[in-house]
């Protein structure tokens, strides 16, 4: 199957995803912040260079797209139908470069918490973000992970 837009397009509308302070990175960063908590940004010392960062608490936040980093179960998750094995591929690599980052910064001492895309878009979940941060954060939990299929 081919594309439904030229190349041109098509490379014009990649490079429109931001990789930094998207919606759902800003959505988490405002309930941090109305749940009392104070944070520094894509510290590049930290393996997977995490969105956000509680040092103090020694802490990071991933905050994930559900379609580039492959989230099981999710709709937002479904792998497009033109050059599937290219994007299964990028996809994977995605998903397993996670892996290690995580696994990485438990490893060395630090919590990890993932919040998904798909949870930024439920309003209920959304309206309750604040207190399921603040939750979590104050919890024991060594990994963590918010989305609409694991609602609080």
Same mark, same amino acid.
């Not at 908590?37 to 040092?55: C, K, S, T, Y």
């Not at 994977?92 to 630090?110: E, I, K, M, P």
């Given at each position: 199957?081919?594309?439904?837009?030229?190349?041109?397009?098509?490379?014009?509308?990649?490079?429109?995803? &931001?990789?930094?302070?998207?919606?759902?990175?800003?959505?988490?960063?405002?309930?941090?912040?109305?749940? @009392?908590?104070?944070? &520094?940004?894509?510290?590049?010392?930290?393996?997977?260079?995490?969105?956000?960062?509680? /040092?103090?608490?020694?802490?990071?936040?991933?905050?994930? @797209? =559900?379609?580039?980093?492959?989230?099981? @179960?999710?709709?937002?998750?479904?792998? /497009?139908?033109?050059?599937?094995?290219?994007?299964?591929?990028?996809?994977?690599?995605?998903?397993?470069?996670?892996?290690?980052?995580?696994?990485?910064?438990?490893?060395?001492?630090?919590?990890?918490?993932?919040?998904?895309?798909?949870?930024?878009?439920?309003? @209920?979940?959304?309206?309750?973000?604040?207190?399921?941060?603040?939750?979590?954060?104050?919890?024991?939990?060594?990994?963590?992970?918010?989305?609409?299929? =694991?609602?609080?």
């Amino acid at each position: 199957m081919t594309d439904v837009v030229d190349a041109k397009t098509r490379s014009r509308m990649m490079s429109g995803i &931001r990789g930094r302070d998207t919606k759902p990175e800003m959505f988490v960063r405002q309930a941090l912040f109305k749940a @009392g908590f104070r944070f &520094r940004l894509h510290r590049r010392e930290l393996p997977g260079v995490p969105d956000i960062v509680l /040092p103090g608490r020694r802490l990071a936040i991933f905050v994930h @797209g =559900c379609f580039w980093h492959m989230h099981a @179960g999710c709709p937002h998750a479904k792998l /497009p139908s033109t050059r599937p094995e290219f994007w299964l591929a990028k996809l994977s690599r995605n998903a397993d470069r996670d892996r290690t980052a995580r696994d990485a910064l438990v490893a060395s001492g630090w919590r990890v918490l993932t919040v998904w895309e798909c949870a930024t878009r439920d309003h @209920g979940i959304l309206a309750a973000l604040p207190e399921t941060l603040r939750g979590w954060i104050e919890g024991p939990e060594p990994i963590g992970e918010i989305s609409r299929a =694991c609602r609080p």
